[in-house]
């Protein structure tokens, strides 16, 4: 019978159970997303929407795997970093199935988890990983014990950028697909077009992003009249142009040759093709995880626990709190 370590996804919108085997095969998440009606997204709100599906979900894993309690050697839960109550809700129930089934805590740094899901996912083996999600835009790579994030946004994630200029036009979260099909419907249409044409601001400050004045900019461009779709495109090239020449600073400096796509923006054509054509272009490889794994998902959460059960990492009682600022180098990196 094999064993598994279960996962709990619970920083933001998403709320989710995945499974890896001992050995790092993955299962299919089990998952459900918030949608707020209006606005951003109320972390209460949020919480709530995750407490109440907590049993139906862990449920549906354990029957779609048909898992029996004896089977779970352990359970990884993301400790941060994320919202306060959406964590706390993760943290408990994880806390209160540990205990049930009588088997190790394991609280997870949800950064670090997007890079082992991608390195078991793509064999990629000591990559730069450009991180781009909602509330998260880093460029990651492991230095001795610890993966050091060499740049990142210094104001809002790139998907929350995404997300913000979508709302304002009327469609609903997520934003970041139907700003991906508005591009590339308005792109097939006009393949000659000139970013020039829709000009936009690119910020890039050394290793550094940010994203509110690239989003104040597109929203100038609606009401002076531009298109749609036009607008959807040229934010989509500046901001993925930023954050590929980003990681590739990233790569000469480490002198790494894979760059991996994690998050949920990195299921966006446009972000791969542009990593291929530059990764192409220096002798690098650029690779990403299937999109259910790009996107927050618990099976991620499992199979970083699963790396740090390996290396008797488990998380006492007493540490067990969430940390909502909890950065990518804290987590000390003891496996291969
Ligand atoms: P994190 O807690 O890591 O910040 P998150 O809560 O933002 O994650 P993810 O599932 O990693 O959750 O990412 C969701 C984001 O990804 C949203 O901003 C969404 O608009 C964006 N996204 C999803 N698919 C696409 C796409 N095809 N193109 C662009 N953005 C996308
Ligand atoms: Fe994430």
Not at 66 to 93: F, M
Not at 185 to 212: K, T
Request: proline share 4%; aromatic share 6%.
């Amino acid at each position: 019978m094999n064993k598994v370590i279960i996962g709990v996804e619970s920083t933001a919108h998403t709320f989710s159970f995945g499974l890896v085997t001992l050995c790092g095969i993955p299962r299919k998440s089990h998952s459900a997303l918030y949608r707020p009606e209006e606005g951003g997204i109320h972390p209460r709100e949020a919480a709530d929407h995750h407490s109440e599906l907590s049993s139906q979900l862990i449920d549906k894993l354990m029957k779609t795997e048909k898992i029996d309690r004896s089977q779970i050697e352990a359970i990884a839960y993301s400790q941060g970093p994320g919202l306060g109550p959406c964590l706390r809700i993760g943290a408990n129930v994880s806390r209160a199935l540990a205990e049930h089934w009588q088997v190790p805590l394991i609280g997870v740094n949800h950064c670090v988890a997007h890079i082992e899901i991608g390195r078991n996912q793509t064999g990629c083996k000591d990559p730069v990983l450009l991180y781009v999600s909602g509330g998260n835009t880093q460029v990651i790579a492991r230095a001795g014990d610890r993966y050091q994030v060499l740049g990142e946004t210094l104001d809002i994630g790139i998907g929350n950028m995404l997300d913000k200029f979508a709302r304002t036009q009327g469609l609903a979260f997520p934003g970041g697909p139907k700003i991906e099909k508005l591009a590339k419907e308005w792109h097939e249409l006009n393949p000659a077009a000139d970013v020039e044409e829709i000009p936009l601001p690119y910020s890039v400050q050394g290793m550094d992003l940010n994203f509110s004045g690239l989003l104040n900019a597109a929203l100038q461009r609606i009401n002076e009249g531009h298109e749609l779709g036009a607008v959807c495109w040229s934010l989509q090239e500046h901001a993925f142009s930023a954050c590929i020449e980003v990681a590739e600073r990233a790569l000469a400096h480490t002198g790494k040759r894979e760059l991996l796509l994690g998050g949920g923006v990195a299921c966006n054509e446009r972000i791969r093709e542009m990593t291929q054509v530059m990764c192409g272009q220096r002798g690098s490889i650029g690779v990403w995880p299937e999109k259910q794994y790009c996107i927050d998902n618990g099976t991620m959460i499992a199979e970083l626990g699963r790396r740090m059960l390996e290396s008797n990492s488990i998380t006492k009682y007493n540490d067990s709190l969430v940390n909502p600022s909890l950065r990518t180098d804290h987590t000390l990196v003891e496996w291969d």
